[in-house]
T-cell receptor
């Protein structure tokens, strides 16, 4: 089936550790995105990539890093520099304007 | 970053009632999108609108592209418990990225 997969669904890490969230899509979309959602809040753009080997900072990129070595994959690393990393992270891909979301990863930093 | 204003912020309704929500922008849009996010999941695209005045339905959902091109409306008829979730509007932002509204949280009681 075509779609976007994010793993794991739930992730726990100790404070001060870097953690990488996986995102894979088999929709052949050029563009991929990472959003952060806090409880009761909207969607804030962290990073986006419109083509392989290129990515741009979104509105809240500080403390995060990404890579786009393959069209299908857009992993997000939450570094220890991110002050409040506990949140729901959503990956998305797009063939044009509309984006299609994965199921999300809930990261809890203890 | 730019955000769209959605209202109401939250709604508590009884099963069977109709629901109306809206989204406004300070800029003119040529596309409006409506998404629904179930609790703990990624948002799913419900309806896309491409023309001022356009009225589009998807089952019990009807969305309209406002004549001024600065607003859009979503109506849900005869609500049921599975309508619970957060509804987001979205439109074109800068650099071909989507801008999302702040969301309307819908609760349905039996």
């Amino acid at each position: 089936d075509g779609g976007i997969t994010q793993s794991p669904k739930y992730l726990f890490r100790k404070e001060g550790q870097n953690v990488t969230l996986s995102c894979e899509q088999n929709l052949n979309h050029d563009a991929m995105y990472w959003y952060r959602q806090d409880p009761g809040q909207g969607l804030r753009l962290i990073y986006y990539s419109q083509i392989v080997n290129d990515f741009q900072k979104g509105d809240i990129a500080e403390g995060y890093s990404v890579s786009r070595e393959k069209k299908e994959s857009f992993p997000l690393t939450v570094t220890s520099a991110q002050k409040n990393p506990t949140a729901f992270y959503l990956c998305a891909s797009s063939p044009g304007l509309a984006v299609f979301f994965g199921p999300g990863t809930r990261l809890t930093v203890l | 970053g730019q955000q769209l204003n959605q209202s109401p912020q939250s709604m508590f309704i009884q099963e069977g009632e109709d629901v109306s929500m809206n989204c406004t922008s300070s800029s003119i849009f040529n596309t409006w999108l409506w998404y629904k996010q179930d609790p703990g999941e990624g948002p799913v695209l419900l309806i896309a609108l491409y023309k001022a005045g356009e009225l589009t339905s998807n089952g019990r959902l009807t969305a309209q592209f406002g004549i001024t091109r600065k607003d859009s409306f979503l109506n849900i008829s005869a609500s049921i418990p599975s309508d619970v979730g957060i509804y987001f509007c979205a439109g074109p932002g800068t650099a071909s990225k989507l801008t999302f509204g702040t969301g309307t949280r819908l609760q349905v009681t039996l």
